[in-house]
């Protein structure tokens, strides 16, 4: 069967070579027996870009219980066959009953117009189709409600355009994760959630466009870990019974329309480790009790109309923290310059913020960040080299739009994106490191000729594609070292003095 299997694909990469029958096939790549019999028991298939039709003729391997064939390029599957030989041979149900975990997730130029095949994988335990095309299957939802034994469904990016809002009833007893994230469902949260399984551990209907209020039937689900509702259409309050979820460890409400205070309750949370309620309506101050999640890692709170002080009593408790998300904030800083923070971050976004006018001195004892986006935040002050060196190595800077002074003519950049547009930077050019890709100095007060960037002591290509260092002060004729630029998209040098 498996040979049947190989001669029926394309194999651009060759990466099936060890089928042969010149060998055991439990030796070939991907194939896996059980030690005992010596049948094949699973086939892991994933990311060897195998295209063309997919025959099915792997189930006839009657011992099969994992196949997984991810992150290929199938083109189509002919379901159609595979029925019509289960309803002529009832041999053949059997054969489909024995697999339990099905994955062939992210095949995007496979499209499936219905799921009538599901049911015969009776078996089924774990079941993703994510990223290939659902749009025309318009009752996915009770065909794979027909697997009794489903504990894992993965319907992300599907194109999915309903979600049966007004079916109330589903046979999901035994789901433990829910993933129909990513799809064009327009609608109200379903019924049908009161009734499935209460032990569903992971929820996600993120990026879609449900509307309403949080309902309460989550409540049902007493084991959540996981729960993303962000980037939908949902309104009303955060409600105060979200605190109940005492094994919560992931809540993401961000990118909805919810309005009011973040509740007190949300300090029960005691394993939630990310947080995010970033860009809804909220307002009010935060909760004393949200500094109490002492296992959070992941913090964001940015684009609402909250307020109020954040001080360093604030994040006494929380040394876990890696992110920090505050842009579009009015709260108040009170830390003091010798405030060493109990954690170590990777990231922190504190745009459009009053954070100015000096450089946050606290920043200075982060040792691991990689993101740091701190633009227009009313920084007012001269860059010595401590802070240039410092804030130059960061991977992924923002400090535009701020009033910041200072000379980089003796600084090497080593930031892969640096943005620096619209302060009040002068002298000469700095230095580019090959890992640059993004570089943003527009608006500024740099002189000089820009060989001093483009030409100097070049050694290697550099990776930079985008240059904009228009509206300054560069003098000079264009240079003739382009050829160390070979990454170059945009490049943007208007008003200046050449």
Avoid at 120 to 134: C, R
Avoid at 141 to 159: I, N
Avoid at 468 to 482: A, I, K, R, T, Y
Wanted: net charge negative; glycine share 6%.
């Amino acid at each position: 069967m498996l040979s049947i299997f190989k001669q029926s694909i394309e194999d651009p990469g060759n990466t099936l070579s060890s089928w042969s029958t010149e060998q055991d096939c439990c030796k070939w790549s991907g194939v896996h027996c059980n030690n005992i019999t010596g049948r094949v028991t699973s086939l892991q298939l994933q990311d060897y870009y195998l295209r063309g039709e997919f025959n099915f003729s792997l189930l006839d391997l009657k011992f099969l219980t994992y196949l997984d064939l991810r992150w290929n390029e199938f083109e189509f599957i002919d379901f159609e066959s595979i029925l019509a030989s289960s309803e002529n041979q009832n041999s053949h149900k059997v054969k489909f009953s024995n697999l339990i975990y099905l994955d062939l997730s992210y095949n995007f130029d496979l499209q499936m117009d219905n799921l009538r095949w599901v049911p015969h994988l009776s078996s089924l335990k774990y079941l993703s189709l994510s990223g290939i095309d659902l749009s025309n299957a318009t009752l996915w939802l009770q065909r794979v409600t027909m697997l009794p034994s489903l504990m894992e469904l993965q319907l992300h990016d599907c194109s999915l355009n309903g979600i049966s809002s007004s079916l109330w009833y589903v046979n999901f007893t035994s789901l433990t994760l829910l993933d129909i994230s990513s799809n064009n469902i327009n609608s109200e949260m379903p019924k049908w959630l009161s009734n499935i399984s209460h032990v569903v551990s992971h929820l996600d209907f993120s990026h879609n466009k449900l509307r309403g209020q949080i309902p309460a039937t989550l409540l049902n689900f007493q084991q959540l870990k996981y729960l993303n509702l962000g980037d939908n259409h949902l309104n009303g309050s955060i409600p105060k019974w979200i605190g109940q979820f005492k094994y919560l460890e992931h809540l993401d409400l961000s990118n909805n329309m919810l309005y009011g205070p973040i509740p007190a309750t949300i300090g029960n949370l005691s394993s939630l480790t990310y947080l995010h309620v970033d860009s809804n309506r909220l307002n009010g101050s935060l909760p004393m009790d949200l500094w109490q999640l002492s296992k959070l890692e992941i913090l964001g709170i940015g684009y609402n109309s909250i307020s109020g002080n954040l001080s360093e009593q604030s994040f006494t408790k929380l040394s876990n923290l890696k992110a920090l998300t505050l842009d579009f904030s009015d709260f108040n800083f009170n830390f003091g310059t010798h405030w060493e923070p109990p954690f170590q971050l990777d990231e922190i976004s504190m745009s459009n913020c009053k954070v100015g006018p000096e450089f946050p001195s606290w920043l200075y004892t982060q040792r691991k960040l990689y993101f740091l986006d701190i633009s227009s935040s009313g920084l007012s002050f001269n860059g010595d080299s401590k802070f240039w060196s410092f804030v130059t190595q960061i991977e992924e800077l923002d400090l535009s739009n701020n009033s910041i002074s200072g000379d980089l003519s003796t600084t090497l950049i080593t930031s892969r994106d640096i943005d620096l547009h619209s302060n009040k930077i002068g002298g000469f050019l700095p230095r580019l490191s090959p890992k640059v890709s993004f570089f943003n100095i527009a608006n500024n007060s740099f002189s000089g000729p820009i060989y001093t960037l483009l030409c100097q002591n070049i050694t290697e290509e550099h990776g930079l594609d985008t240059l904009v260092m228009s509206h300054n002060l560069l003098f000079g004729e264009l240079p003739d070292c382009w050829m160390h630029w070979p990454s170059l998209m945009s490049v943007n040098l208007e008003s200046n003095k050449m």
